[in-house]
């Protein structure tokens, strides 16, 4: 088992960046996959980005040049480096985790409680 705690959420204007952290109560070195989604009111919760315990990472269209997931195995912490946000990016963001490949492909995972993203001037 694993237990997330995202921080970092907040107001920042267009154009502006954040960084949004996901502590894990441990060891992320073995863990097989973690990620960020999100969900915007009225919308369903979907993926920005992923990343394996083997570095690759992929992203949403909509965030693609924009974000940037990283792993820090040492401080056990998954980081979504956000730039130039735009409003629609304004969601309760969430982090979440996959400890094996096979519950990966069973879409088995463990969540955060999330952390509010607002974009807005």
């Known amino acids: 088992q694993v237990q997330l705690v995202e921080s970092g959420g907040g107001l920042v204007q267009p154009g502006g960046s954040l960084r949004l952290s996901c502590a894990a109560s441990?060891?992320?070195?073995?863990?097989?996959?973690t990620g960020w989604y999100r969900q915007a009111p009225g919308k369903e919760r979907e993926l920005v980005a992923g990343?394996?315990?083997?570095?690759?990472?992929n992203y949403a269209d909509s965030v693609k040049g924009r974000f940037t997931i990283s792993r820090d195995n040492a401080k056990n912490t998954i980081y979504l480096q956000m730039n130039s946000l735009k409003p629609e990016d304004t969601a309760v963001y969430y982090c979440?985790?996959?400890?094996?490949?096979?519950?990966?492909?069973?879409?088995?995972?463990?969540w955060g409680k999330g952390t509010l993203v607002t974009v807005s001037s």
């Open positions: 990343i394996t315990s083997g570095g690759n990472p």
């Open positions: 979440n985790a996959a400890l094996t490949e096979r519950t990966y492909s069973n879409r088995i995972y463990y």
């Open positions: 441990r060891s992320i070195f073995s863990i097989y996959a």
